[in-house]
């Protein structure tokens, strides 16, 4: 598990996190998510121990990080940006990992870079942004590490490569129980991978919560009624949001979604279908959201 109580972190006398608390449970994908400039690059230094919070507590499985290195041996990072020295290529970076990490993998090593058909011998810095992030993913997974931080891991990768590396975390997680952070500010770029969501926000956790927990609190209703939707019925209901297209309405309701319907099936609806949301969709009206905090529109 990671914790993290109360962080402050101030950098030229501009506070960037201000008590902010964070928890993300083992084997869990947690997506952390705020616009360029919210702080999540400064909270992954502090928890990956590069940096020290100005106040607050992080610990691993109970465990303080900073100056520890045998906490540090269990964490993997992805920057958002991986840069490497000249000459540096994978099969020299694999052995500096084997000597940093002790549970570091060479079968796991040689296993994703053929997959991925990257070259162990080519200079890295020679490597396109997409191959550099791939790179760096293989090294941080061989570590098998306990934690994971990936810093805006899917930014300027196209379709195909962003589904391997999905596949390839949620594997991990499922395979070592891996507790996974994963920093960004496209909401497209965590669906269908993380099981928890927190908006950073002015320096603190503004919002949070399960995903599943907040699917099962709010659904979605597409339908066609005679005339409309009665206003008595829509009164009685917990309605956030409800736009109309020609005939046919879409329902935001919050509520159990077995009995949002029956009670708009007392209507008589020509035509009535429960519809999944979007990520996207559970961030603006169950986290309070706003369409200008984050991307929506990046594949």
């Not at 449970?25 to 952390?32: A, C, D, I």
């Not at 702080?39 to 992954?44: E, N, S, V, Y």
């Not at 993997?76 to 000459?87: K, M, Y």
């Not at 058909?117 to 997974?141: C, H, I, Y």
């Amino acid at each position: 598990m990671i914790q993290a109580t109360k962080l402050t972190k101030t950098f030229d006398r501009r506070q960037i996190l201000c008590g902010l608390d964070l928890t993300v449970e083992q084997g869990s994908v947690y997506g952390l998510i705020g616009r360029n400039g919210a702080g999540k690059t400064t909270l992954i230094q502090l928890l990956s121990g590069v940096w020290r919070p100005d106040s607050g507590q992080i610990t691993f499985d109970g465990a303080p990080v900073w100056e520890r290195p045998e906490v540090k041996a269990r964490i993997a990072v992805i920057p958002d940006h991986p840069v490497f020295a000249a000459g540096e290529t994978l099969c020299s970076l694999s052995k500096i990992y084997a000597n940093l990490y002790p549970r570091w993998d060479h079968q796991t090593f040689h296993a994703l870079t053929e997959i991925l058909g990257l070259e162990l011998k080519n200079p890295l810095r020679s490597f396109s942004k997409g191959m550099k992030k791939q790179a760096a993913l293989v090294l941080a997974l061989a570590a098998k590490p306990d934690f994971l931080l990936l810093d805006e891991p899917m930014d300027g990768l196209d379709p195909v490569v962003r589904r391997q590396l999905r596949q390839l975390i949620l594997e991990d997680v499922t395979d070592r129980q891996t507790s996974v952070l994963i920093a960004s500010h496209n909401l497209r770029e965590l669906e269908g991978i993380c099981d928890h969501i927190g908006l950073i926000q002015g320096g603190v956790m503004a919002a949070e919560g399960d995903l599943d927990d907040l699917k099962s609190g709010i659904c979605k209703v597409n339908a066609v009624f005679r005339g409309g939707l009665p206003d008595q019925l829509a009164s009685s209901l917990d309605i956030v949001c409800r736009k109309r297209m020609g005939s046919l309405e879409t329902i935001i309701v919050r509520g159990d979604a077995d009995v949002v319907k029956g009670r708009l099936s007392e209507a008589d609806p020509l035509f009535m279908e429960l519809m999944p949301l979007t990520l996207e969709e559970i961030f603006i009206y169950e986290l309070g959201g706003d369409h200008n905090e984050i991307e929506f529109d990046q594949a």
